[in-house]
């Protein structure tokens, strides 16, 4: 039978701990793929908004308020 080192001991410690880190990653990465995004419902959202003659920005911020969708916009 072999005698356990101070190496061997340390050596198994390490493993176990990379084991544990690998068997969390593995549940943590098949929860976030498991899991239903509901992303497109916003998009299929329906609105309608009467605007004449405003700007682009505040037809989205109104589309913002509607829609709890957020919108990035640059002028240039």
Do not use: W
Not at 4 to 12: A, E, F, P
Not at 34 to 54: I, P, R, S, T, Y
């Amino acid at each position: 039978m072999k005698k356990i080192t101070k190496q061997n001991k340390i050596l198994l410690k390490i493993m176990r701990f990379s084991l544990y880190q690998i068997i969390i990653t593995f549940v943590c990465a098949t929860f976030a793929i498991a899991h239903d995004n509901m992303g497109q419902e916003f998009l299929n959202q329906k609105v309608v908004l009467h605007l004449e003659n405003k700007s682009l920005d505040l037809a989205l911020r109104q589309i913002q308020k509607a829609t709890s969708v957020k919108f990035i916009y640059s002028p240039k």
